[in-house]
């Protein structure tokens, strides 16, 4: 069973920083596409940020220049830093992954989701 679990949510002011985790673990065969979405209430998700295997980075205009995406890929694990932070980054933040398992099957998965709010 191949699971998604994200960590480094929480409040912060206006022009702060956190950084995000996203740690994949199961019978993990590769791990393609990672990437960031968010919601918030009353809006639909969101994508935020998206790093491939290999290849360009890509992100949402109201986030580039603050927010960086970046992997790690001995870890499985996909980061999220964002700085300058204002109180409409406030949502819920879910990674995903696009992974090939043991089993041959390959999917999407998500994480549970992590809240960031932005207030001071």
């Known amino acids: 069973q191949v699971q998604l679990v994200e960590s480094g949510g929480g409040l912060v002011q206006p022009g702060g920083s956190l950084r995000l985790s996203c740690a994949a673990s199961g019978r993990i065969f590769n791990i393609y596409a990672m990437g960031w979405y968010r919601q918030a209430p009353g809006k639909q998700r969101e994508l935020v940020a998206q790093i491939p295997s290999g290849g360009s980075t890509n992100y949402a205009d109201s986030v580039k220049g603050r927010f960086t995406i970046s992997r790690d890929n001995a870890r499985n694990t996909v980061y999220l830093q964002m700085n300058s932070l204002k109180p409409e980054d406030t949502a819920g933040y879910y990674c995903?992954?696009?992974?090939?398992?043991?089993?041959?099957?390959?999917?999407?998965?998500w994480g549970q989701g992590t809240q960031v709010i932005v207030s001071s």
């Open positions: 995903n992954a696009d992974i090939w398992d043991y089993s041959g099957r390959r999917g999407t998965y």
